[in-house]
C-alpha cells in the first residue's frame, strides 16, 4: 500500500517515451499549414498526428507534390 502514491507520482512525471521531438512538431505543424485548401482544425490535427506518427516510425513523409498530371498508361 505505501508504493501506490510513489508508483502514481512517477508515472505522473515520467516523460512519455512517445513523444515527439521539437523539431519533429514543428515541421509537421508547418506542412500542416502549408497544405491547400485550408484544413479545418480537426483535419489539421489529424495530419500532424499523422505526420508525427510518420516521422517517429522511421518513414519521413513524402516530400512534394503528387502528380496528377502524369501519364498512368
Known sequence: ???????????VF??????A??????ACWRAANRVLPALTARE????????IADWTAGTPPPSGR????????
Open 66 to 73: 503528387k502528380s496528377y498530371d502524369r501519364n498512368r498508361y
Open 44 to 51: 489539421r490535427e489529424a495530419y500532424i498526428a499523422n505526420c
Open 1 to 11: 500500500m505505501k508504493l501506490v502514491p510513489i508508483v502514481c507520482l512517477v508515472l
Open 14 to 19: 515520467a516523460t512519455p517515451a512517445f513523444a
Open 21 to 26: 521531438p521539437q523539431w519533429v512538431e514543428s
